[in-house]
C-alpha cells in the first residue's frame, strides 16, 4: 500500500516537476507568478489531441496505449504551444514590459489570459472530457506490491529524460546560460551585451513546450477537460517555491515532493482533499523557509 | 595625437525624466589612456558611467563612440560596439561558476570561446584555479578581477569602471590599478569613476572633477595631482600641507 | 410587467452584493495595494458561517445553531475576519505575488471543504432552507425581494460612507502613505506590516458581509454559488471602476453585472441548448478581454504611477 502510494506519488510528481519548471523560469526569469502557465499545459495537451485526431490512433506500441502517433503529436504540441507562449507574450506581456509596469500588473494580465485561454478551449472543445486512447492498458508489477501502468512508465522515463536535456541545455548552451545570468540579475545581464527580449522570447517558448509535455503527461493519466491545467496549478506554484525558485533540481525535488504528499495522504484523508495538500506544503514552506529548498534568499 | 576613442558631448542623463543627474557634461577617452573621474558623492559620476552603457536614460547630448555616434542606443548595442562596463556593486553572477561567468560576458561575441578564456586565466591565474567553483566562493579581491576579466571577455576598445577599488584591501587596491594601467597599455583605454582620487589620478593620464552634475575641472593628472585648491577639495589634503 | 420589476429588483439586489465585495477589495487592493486572488474564498466563509448558524439545528450536521438572522451576519463576518487574519499573519510579510498566489491557494482550500465536509456544508448539494431575514414578514416574494432591496441599499450606503470616513483617517492616511511610498513602509517596518494585516482584514469581513447577505437572499447556499469566477468578477469591477476610488467600486459593479447579465441573456437568446457551455464559456471569455484590455489601455497601469525612482535605484544599485 505504502509502496504503491509512493510509486503513484513519484509518477504524479514527475509530471507536476516538468509543469513547476515552467513557473519557476517565470518566477525568475521573467519575474513574475504567471497564472496563465496552466492553460499552457491545458493547451498543450488539447494540441496534441488534435494531432491524434488527425492522424488516427493508430497501432500502439507494445504495451502502451498510443502509437507513434502521439510521440509526433507530443513533438508538434510542444513546438505549437512554445509558439501559442510567444503569442500570449507578444500581444500582452511585452506592451506591459515597454511600459515599465509593476509586477503585480503581470500577474493580473495573467489571470485574464488564463481566463481567456482556458475558456476558448471550452469554446472549441466543449467542457467535457476527451481522451488519447481508448485501448486499454493492463497494470504491471513493477516491484513488489508496486503496479504501474506501461503509460506511467513512459511518462517516468520521458520526464527524466527531459529534465536532463534541460540541465544541459541550461549548463551548456549560451542561451542557457544567458537565461541563467538573467535570473540572477536582469541589469548585469544587459551589460554583458544580453539582449533580454530575446532571452524573455526564448524562455516563453521553452516553457510553453514543457508546459505541453506536462499537458500530454496529465492527458495520458487519463484523461483531458478543460480544466485540466487549472486544477494544477496551485500544486505547481506549490512545488516551484518549495523547491526554491530558479532551481531546476529544485523545481523537480518540490515537483516531487508535492507529488507524494497529494498520494501519501491519500492513505489518511479523504480523495476530495487530495489537491489541498499542496497548499499545506506551500504555507510549511512560506512560513518556515520562503527561499524553498534549493533557493537563495533574496 | 592619440585617437579619440570615446566622445561625450554635453550629455544630460538621469533616472526620472526631468530630473536630471547629470547635467551637460563633456568628455573624452583617446586610446591607450586611463581617465578617472573624481568629486564628491552625489556628483553624478556614476550616473554618467550608467547613461553611457545605456542603463540610465540619456535626455540630451552626443556620445559617439569609434567614430560613431551612439547615443541612445541600448547596452547590447553599444557593448556590440567595443564598449564594457564594469558596475560597482553586482558586477558578478555568483549564482555561476566563474567560467560560467566568463562565458556569459563573452555572450556578444560567438567566436573563438576558449582562446578568450584562454587570455582570461592567463592574466588571472587566481581566477583558473577556481574556474570551474561558483563565483560566490571568490574573495573580494578575486571577485573584483572576475568583474573586469568578465568585462574584456568581449574585446572592448574602452572599458568603463565604477568605483573599481570600493571596499578592497590597500594591497589589492595597488594590483587593481595596475592591472589598468596595463590595460591601457595593451590598447584597452580605461574610464573610471573612483572614490580613491589621489591614488586613481596617479595611474591616469588625465582626470575630469564632477561637481553636482557638471564638469568641474579637467587635466593631465599629473596637474590636478598638483593643483592645491583641488587638494584639499577632493584629495584629502590640508591646505598649506 | 412584473415580470421585469421582479427582474430589476433581483438585478439591482445582486449588484448591491457584489458592490459590497468590490468595496472590500478595493480597499485591500485600491487603498493597501494588497493583491487578493482569493475573493470568492472570503466571499464563501461569509455564506456558510451566515448558513451553518443560522439553519434550524439538524442531527447529523455540525453547526446549524437556529441563530437569529443578524447574529448570522455577525458570525458570518467574524468567520472571515478569523481566516483573514489567519492568511495575513503567514502571508502579508511576502511579496506581492507569493500572496496572489497563497490568496489563490485559500480560496481553492475553502472550495474543497464546501464540497467535501458533508456534514458541515453539504457537500455539494449545499445547505437549503436557510432563513432569510425578515422572510415571515411578507406574503409575496416581490414584498420580500423589494424589503431587502432596502435593507442591501441601507448597508450598501453605511459601508461606502464608513470607507470614505476610514481612508480619510489618520489610519487611512498612513495606509495610503505605505502604498505609495516603499521606502516610507521600510521606515515604518513592522508597523506596515500590520496596518496592511489591518486593511487586509476589514476588506476580508466586508467580503463575509457580502457572503452573507447573498445567501440570506437567496435562502440556499451551495459551493457552486462561489466559483472562481466570482474573484474574476469582481477584480473586473474593481479595475473598471477605477481602483483606489469607493465610488468606482460602486459604478464597477454595476457595469460588470450589467456586461455579465446582458451576454448572458443574449448567449440564451442565440444559442441552442446544447451549446450552453459554449455560451457560458463565451461570457466568461468577456470578463477576461475586460480584465486585460482594461490593463492594457490604462494610461496609468494597474497601480497608477509606476514607482519608477525605487525600481530603477534597486536596478541599478
Known sequence: MLAQSIADGILTGATIALGAIGISLGLQILRFANFAHSELITWGAYLALVFVWFAGAGVSIGPFSFGWQLIAALVLSAALTGVLALLVDVLIFRRLRARGAHSLSFVFASFGAALIMRHVVVLIWGHGTHYYSHELQMAVEVLPGVRMLPDQVFVLGLAIAVVLALHLFLTRSRTGMAMRAMAESPALARVCGIEIERVIRWTWILSGALAALAGVFLGLQPQLHPEMGFSVLLALFAAAILGGVGSLIGAVVGGLLVGLAENLSLLVVGAGYKTAMPFLLLLLVLFFRPQGIFGQKR | MSDVLLEVQDVVAGYVPGLPIVHGVSLEVSAREVVSIIGPNGAGKSTLLKALIGMVPVAAGRVTLLGGDVTGLPSHALVMRGLAFVPQTGNIFSTLTVQENLIVGGHTIATRLADRLGRAFDAFPDLASKRRQKASVLSGGQRQMLAIARALMTDPRVVLLDEPTAGLAPKVVAEVFADLRRLAELDVAVLMVEQNAKAALRVSDRGYVLVEGRNRHAGEAAALLADPALGAAFLGQRPGA | ?317
Open chain 3, 1 to 317: 410587467m412584473i415580470g421585469v420589476l421582479s427582474y430589476a429588483v433581483f438585478f439591482a439586489s445582486i449588484v448591491l452584493i457584489l458592490a459590497v465585495l468590490a468595496l472590500g477589495l478595493n480597499l485591500q487592493w485600491g487603498y493597501t495595494g494588497l493583491f487578493n486572488a482569493g475573493v470568492a474564498g472570503f466571499y464563501a466563509v461569509g455564506g456558510y458561517a451566515y448558513a451553518i448558524t443560522t439553519a434550524a439545528p439538524k442531527p447529523d450536521m455540525i453547526g446549524h445553531l437556529g441563530w437569529h438572522w443578524s447574529f448570522g451576519i455577525l458570525a458570518a463576518m467574524a468567520a472571515s475576519a478569523l481566516a483573514a487574519w489567519i492568511v495575513g499573519l503567514a502571508t502579508i510579510r511576502l511579496r506581492d505575488d507569493y500572496l496572489a498566489i497563497t490568496t489563490f491557494g485559500i480560496a481553492t482550500t475553502i472550495q474543497l471543504v464546501t464540497l467535501n465536509w458533508e456534514s458541515l456544508t453539504g457537500g455539494p448539494n449545499g445547505l437549503a432552507a436557510v432563513p432569510r431575514p425578515m422572510a415571515e414578514a411578507f406574503a409575496s416574494p416581490l414584498g420580500f425581494n423589494l424589503f431587502y432591496l432596502a435593507l442591501l441599499a441601507a448597508i450598501v450606503l453605511i459601508v461606502y460612507v464608513a470607507l470614505e470616513r476610514i481612508v480619510r483617517s489618520p489610519w487611512g492616511r498612513v495606509l495610503k502613505a505605505i502604498r505609495e511610498d516603499e521606502t516610507a513602509a521600510i521606515a515604518l517596518g513592522k508597523s506596515a506590516v500590520r496596518f496592511r494585516l489591518e486593511a487586509f482584514v476589514i476588506g476580508s469581513v466586508l467580503m463575509g458581509l457580502a457572503g452573507a447577505l447573498y445567501v440570506g437572499f437567496i435562502g440556499f447556499v451551495s459551493p457552486f454559488d462561489f466559483l472562481p469566477i466570482v474573484t474574476f468578477q469582481v477584480w473586473a469591477m474593481v479595475i473598471v471602476g477605477g481602483s483606489g476610488n469607493n465610488r468606482g467600486a460602486l459604478l464597477g459593479a454595476l457595469i460588470v453585472w450589467g456586461i455579465w447579465s446582458l451576454s448572458g441573456i443574449a448567449v440564451a437568446k442565440s444559442l441552442p441548448p446544447h451549446l450552453a457551455a459554449q455560451g457560458g464559456a463565451m461570457q466568461v471569455i468577456l470578463i477576461g478581454l475586460l480584465l486585460v484590455l482594461s490593463l492594457l489601455w490604462r494610461p496609468r497601469g494597474l497601480i497608477g504611477e509606476e514607482p519608477m525612482v525605487s525600481h530603477h535605484a534597486a536596478e541599478s544599485a
